[in-house]
């Protein structure tokens, strides 16, 4: 095998193995709808919002009277999930005063977030995003996002 035979050959290996697991706004989407499902269900109106492997956005959904702070807190659960690659409500006790990561929450401009309500997304044994749910109480978003993630 040549060396261009071989590195088309790698090329084409890594492009089919991002692909498979890759978030795709479809799978956002199905995200999106179930967690708005456990919303209604439990009654309350909440901000989803959905991110890739970088912390991007993906799709974003407000529900009907949500709060306007859901918006940012939506994403900055999202963000901090897939960022330390861990649900969000992992990290308040780490945060503390005298804690392993006190003052953690002050980096990322402001976008690291320690209340519950981020979960990040694994497909095939990778992260490929997260999603993060605010408008409840903390053990309602908690609730929400966990009923969120979707098989593909």
Do not use: W
């Amino acid at each position: 095998m040549t060396d261009k035979e071989m590195i088309n050959r790698i090329t084409e290996n890594l492009i089919t193995s991002i692909n498979n697991s890759a978030l795709t706004l479809k799978i956002a989407k199905k995200i999106i709808q179930k967690a708005e499902e456990k919303a209604e269900e439990i009654k309350v109106a909440t901000v989803i919002t959905v991110v890739d492997e970088g912390g991007n956005l993906v799709a974003v959904h407000r529900m009907d009277d949500s709060l306007l702070i859901s918006l940012s807190a939506s994403f900055n659960k999202a963000y901090t999930a897939i960022a330390l690659k861990m649900p969000t409500e992992k990290l308040y006790d780490l945060v503390l005063p005298g804690k392993p990561f006190y003052g953690l929450e002050s980096i990322e401009s402001g976008k690291i977030c320690v209340f519950g309500g981020g979960i990040p997304i694994i497909k095939n044994g990778r992260f490929i995003g997260a999603v993060g749910v605010s408008g409840g109480t903390i053990e309602q978003d908690i609730l929400i996002a966990n009923s969120a993630i979707v098989e593909d």
